[in-house]
């Protein structure tokens, strides 16, 4: 029976399918390509050699999931399916509390009706706010500082009650601390939406050239270098993560957080030395002011998910670094043009076509 993978054209969607489908699974794609490409569907059948439904579909429209419901016999659901840009959260909160709570709420309604109970959440580290110390775990106290943190953290509340309500659901939140990298075939990677708002693909695109330097934003925080430590893991490792949940809710019926980090931290200045390490490429930059809301210092204690998911991230610091720069020099502008460049780096046109089948347009 299929999984089936909301948001399985973004970042994490597309690297968790392709794990799933390398693993054996059946996957079945919700997505509405708002902030992904359906580019990214056709690569994840390059990588993997195998095709699957597609629905591109909005979760506000509860009529367009239950048509998902009822031609398919789904297993379980991972949900990444929601708007993650925080800045963008601040300034449009009711969006961004629309899209995310009732379009997981229109999910579960569906899920509940045709008794499908497995569920993995994508949740965030960012629903632990400023940590008073570190290693964070999942015992700490919850407070987001932001409504796309809010919105992250209501859906774990909202998922607690419900499994209040009825045990016989088994759900997983997965706490991300900070993916980066790309698939090792350099064809799936990060794709930001205009000026990235995050490090890596920001770095990779002033090792590319579309960005003159990289700002800093700040050098003065209560850290080795006084730039901001964070807990970097590879966006695969990220995906076998999902893997390990999903076996373990369909083996238990309860409702359990867990952090997927690396547990270790690095420093914006230690990215930086570690990217041009890996790749030879300079990263020029410029200290600038500290970004409003940013913490100091925030990794992992990622213990629970080693003991009770039998998951470790193990991909290393370089293999991340590699990783984003063989995504982003074969991928100038992302997903979104025609030319994509070989290793030798002369462009040729994509292959065309669809390697899956699109059930809805
Ligand atoms: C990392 C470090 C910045 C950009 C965010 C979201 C969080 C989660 C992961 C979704 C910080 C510094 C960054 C730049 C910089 N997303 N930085 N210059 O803020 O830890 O977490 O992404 O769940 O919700 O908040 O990640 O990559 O933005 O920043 O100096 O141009 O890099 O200050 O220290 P962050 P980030």
Known sequence: MPILVTGGAGYIGSHTCVELLNAGYEIIVLDNLLNSKRESLNRISE??????????????????????????????????????????????????????????????????KYDVNRLVFSSSATVYGMPEKVPISEEFPLKALNPYGRTKLMIEEILKDLFESDPNWSIALLRYFNPIGAHESGTIGE??????????????QVAIGKMPELSVFGNDYQTADGTGVRDYIHVTDLAKGHLKALEKVASSQEIEAYNLGTGKGYSVLEMVEAFEVATGVPVPYKVVSPRPGDAAICFADASKAKRELQWTAEKSLRDMCEDSWRWQYNNPNGFDKNLIATGTGNPHLSKSGDFFNTKIE
């Open 47 to 112: 990588i993997t050699g195998k095709s699957f439904p597609f629905y591109k579909i909005n979760l506000l429209n509860e009529g367009e999931i239950e048509q998902v419901f009822i031609e398919n016999d789904i297993e379980a659901v991972i949900h990444f399916a929601g708007l993650k840009a925080v800045g963008e959260s601040v300034r449009l909160p009711l969006r961004y509390y629309h899209n995310n709570i009732t379009g997981t709420i229109n999910l579960l309604n569906i899920m509940k």
């Open 191 to 204: 794709d930001p939406n205009g000026i990235p708002n995050n490090l890596m693909p920001f770095i990779t």
